[in-house]
C-alpha cells in the first residue's frame, strides 16, 4: 500500500475509537449509613471545623454533618400490651389488642396484699407502689417463655419497659420480691434475677433489711418515695381501722392523700376508695 494512503487509514480508525471505560467502583468500599441508623444534619462549612485535607487529596464533596441516632432499647421477642392497672406487686391488667388479660410476672414473688384470708404482708404496699410506679398507664413489651398461663389462667410474662428495663428485675433491685423458680420457665433466673437479688440483699433493701417490720417499711418508703407519684404517709388517719371499712374520700383533703393511704394501708380496698376497681383511689378529689 502507498505510504499516504495508509497513514490516512490510521487518521480515520484513531479518530472513531470508543470513549474511555468509567473506573469500575471498588466492591470494598463502605456504603452510606441508611436513613433509619443516621441523621443527616446540613450545617454551612463556616460553621464546621474540618482537618487540613493531605497533600494531593481531594476536598469533600458534601459539608454535611452525619449524626449517628441512638438505637432504641433492643428488646427480645415480645408482645406490647397497656398496663391498665396493677393488682399487687407481681401481677397486673393489661389490654391487648383491645382484650383485657391478667398477666403475672415469672420467676419473681412479691408480699401478699390482696390474697383472700391472708393479712397485708411487710413490704407488700411498697412493692404494690413500685409496680404501679413503673407500668401503671404505660406500655409494656410481655415476654413468654415456656409456659403461657398459670393454674389460675393468667398470662405467665416477663415485662419490659420502652427503655429496655425488665419490670421483674427491678423488683428484685428494690429488695421488693424474691426469687421463685418454676421450671421450666427459668430464661433469666441465673443471668439476671440472681445477681439482682444478691445485690439488693447485700445492700440491705427491702425485706433484706431486717424483721422489725415498722422501722424498716419506714426507711425503704423513705429511700423509694422517689420512684412514686405521692410520699407514702407516716401514720394512718383516725378513721383507720385495719380490715374494717371507716374511712371514705370524705377523710381525704386531696385524691393523691388518698391514694396514699389506699397503697400502705388498705391495698385490699376495705374503705372502697376505690370504687371502679380502676386503682385510682378517691379519683374526683382534687
Known amino acids: 500500500m502507498h505510504p499516504r494512503v495508509l497513514l490516512a487509514a490510521t487518521v480515520l480508525l484513531t479518530g472513531c475509537a470508543a470513549p474511555a ?14 436513613p433509619s441508623s443516621a441523621t443527616v444534619i446540613a450545617t454551612p462549612s463556616p460553621a464546621i471545623a474540618t482537618p487540613p485535607a493531605a497533600t494531593g487529596s481531594r476536598p469533600p464533596a458534601s459539608t ?39 398477666v403475672r410476672y415469672i420467676g419473681v414473688d412479691t408480699p401478699e396484699t390482696v390474697a383472700p384470708g391472708e393479712p397485708v404482708q411487710p413490704f407488700g404496699p411498697e412493692a404494690s407502689a413500685l409496680n404501679r410506679a413503673l407500668v401503671q398507664g404505660k ?27 425488665l419490670v421483674n428485675e427491678e423488683l428484685l433491685l428494690a429488695g421488693l420480691a424474691t426469687v421463685v423458680t418454676y421450671p421450666p420457665d427459668v430464661k433469666y433466673v441465673e443471668s439476671r434475677y440472681l445477681p439482682a437479688q444478691r445485690a439488693a440483699r447485700e445492700a440491705g433493701r427491702g425485706i433484706w433489711a431486717g424483721s422489725a417490720f415498722a422501722p424498716i417499711a419506714t426507711a425503704t418508703r423513705a429511700a423509694v418515695n422517689g420512684l412514686f407519684a405521692t410520699p407514702a404517709p407516716a401514720a394512718a388517719p383516725a378513721c383507720y381501722r385495719p380490715g374494717a371499712n371507716g374511712c ?8 393523691a392523700a388518698a391514694q396514699a393511704f389506699h397503697d400502705t394501708f388498705d391495698p385490699r380496698d376495705d374503705n372502697r376508695l376505690d370504687a371502679d376497681n380502676d386503682g385510682l383511689a378517691c379519683e374526683t378529689l382534687p
Open 248 to 255: 371514705d374520700c370524705r377523710h381525704f383533703a386531696t385524691h
Open 21 to 34: 471505560r468509567a473506573p469500575i467502583a471498588d466492591p470494598t468500599a463502605t456504603s452510606p449509613l441508611p
Open 64 to 102: 454535611a454533618t452525619v449524626v449517628a441516632t441512638p438505637p432504641a432499647a433492643q428488646l427480645p421477642a415480645c408482645q406490647w400490651a397497656t398496663a391498665t392497672r396493677v393488682v399487687d406487686g407481681d401481677t397486673i391488667v393489661v389490654t391487648i389488642n383491645g382484650a383485657e388479660d391478667r
Open 139 to 165: 406500655q409494656v413489651c410481655l415476654e413468654k417463655d415456656i409456659t403461657n398461663r398459670d393454674r389460675y389462667g393468667r398470662l405467665l410474662r416477663y415485662a419490659w419497659l420502652a427503655d429496655g428495663r
